[in-house]
């Protein structure tokens, strides 16, 4: 057995680390020209699409950039929710971007 060969189970083990999982959501931005980073377009619609294990599968479309946010990441919308009555502290800092 070569030094450099893998047993068969340790390499499956490490190969279905790197995968990604099935139902994994994606936003594509729609807009002219290549694919650039998510927000420097961000009134532009998006494709959503889901990886299904061999291929990516449209799921939706989206009008903007904040629409994709809050349907790929539903539990930070929920996060941020406000609660009624509640007022975040605001108190003077001692950083250094406060003003003296």
């Known amino acids: 057995m070569n030094p450099e060969d893998e ?17 994994e959501l994606k936003a594509v931005t729609l807009g002219p020209g290549p694919q650039r980073a998510a927000h ?3 009134g532009a619609p998006r494709l959503i699409v889901e990886w299904d294990g061999f291929q990516w599968v449209t799921v939706t479309v989206v009008e903007d950039y904040a629409a994709a946010c809050r349907l790929l990441n539903p ?8 609660v009624p009555g509640h007022t975040p502290r605001l108190d003077r800092g001692t950083g250094r971007h406060r003003k003296p």
């Open 40 to 42: 420097l377009d961000p």
């Open 75 to 82: 539990s930070a919308q929920a996060q941020a929710a406000q």
């Open 7 to 23: 047993p068969l189970d340790r390499w499956a083990a490490r190969r279905e680390g790197r995968l990604r999982k099935p139902g």
